[in-house]
């Protein structure tokens, strides 16, 4: 794959940034290359008024036909014969019974059967609808099997970031309470109730006059647990429409969490595979107010 980056110097659409940076290329063109091969920051935009900040990068990618047929919901970061990484965008659900859900598995499906592959995706592990960032899905029953089987022998790293409202005191420490599920949320409780005890360990990375930046590893993985806890912290993630605050005034449209570090030993090749992407830049905007 060819490809061309450019660093974004002041605000502009994107359609007249790449005007500018190809005065010698016709706007039918330049549209062209907008319909599949223009990413901003690492993702795939098409939209030609696209609102461009100062410190953005924009790549243009001439992609194989195979590249051309990879899916705009989600990124995938690995492939082989056995396995997908995929980094998930927000707003899109891992997995749901209904089969007329759009889901990481439907989008993975249909990318598989374009391009000839006789599998079918399987999920290994999930991340809320609105929390983006990297998961693992297997193109076997058996491959997700043996995840299920030795899943904390076999990821040996995986975290989180997000953005919390307010500055956490202390700046680093563990969260540790027993979960249960209500009926329109996930319960917690800081002594052993019958639910499951879920941990999280917390570090801010960086602070600003409303918000923290927030690292986060855990050792369990129940649901929205990272969600939960930091309410727990009274530093909810901001833009959290369940566990947030209602009045949540963050010029942002999107819950700000993101996993963005997945290290695993591959089940089949026994190779350790290490993946991280980068901390959203919605989320480091908000880190500038």
Not at 33 to 61: W, Y
Not at 90 to 95: K, V
Not at 228 to 233: A, D, P, Q, T
Request: aromatic content about 8%; some cysteine.
């Amino acid at each position: 794959m060819k490809k061309q980056e450019y660093t974004v110097t002041e605000p502009q659409g994107l359609l007249d940034f790449l005007m500018g940076q190809m005065p010698d290329t016709s706007r039918t063109h330049v549209k062209e290359l907008l319909a599949h091969n223009v990413f901003v920051d690492g993702r795939r935009t098409s939209q030609f008024n696209f609102p461009l900040q100062k410190g953005m990068k924009v790549s243009i990618e001439k992609a194989s036909f195979k590249d051309r047929l990879r899916p705009r919901d989600l990124d995938i970061v690995f492939e082989d014969q056995h396995l997908l990484v995929i980094n998930k965008h927000e707003g899109l659900l891992s997995y749901s019974k209904n089969p007329a859900d759009k889901t990481v598995i439907t989008v993975l499906n249909q990318y598989l059967d374009a391009t000839h592959q006789r599998c079918h995706a399987h999920i290994v592990h999930r991340l809320d609808r609105d929390t983006s960032g990297l998961m693992v899905v297997s193109k076997s029953k058996e491959v997700s099997q043996r995840f299920e089987e030795d899943w904390k022998g076999m990821v040996f790293d995986r975290r989180y970031v997000a953005v919390a409202w307010g500055h956490i005191e202390p700046p680093k420490g563990e969260i540790r309470s027993w979960l249960t599920d209500g009926e329109y949320c996930v319960l917690s409780s800081p002594t052993d109730n019958g639910g499951k005890l879920a941990v999280t360990h917390y570090e801010v990375r960086q602070t600003s006059r409303r918000y923290s930046l927030v690292d986060l590893k855990l050792d369990t993985g129940r649901r929205n647990q990272i969600r939960v806890h930091l309410r727990e912290l009274k530093h909810p993630v901001v833009h959290d429409p369940m566990y947030g605050y209602k009045d949540d005034i963050s010029p942002v449209a999107r819950l700000c969490l993101h996993a963005y570090r997945l290290c695993f030993t591959h089940p089949v090749t026994g190779k350790r595979m290490k993946y991280e992407t980068p901390v959203p830049s919605a989320f480091m905007k908000l880190m500038e107010l």
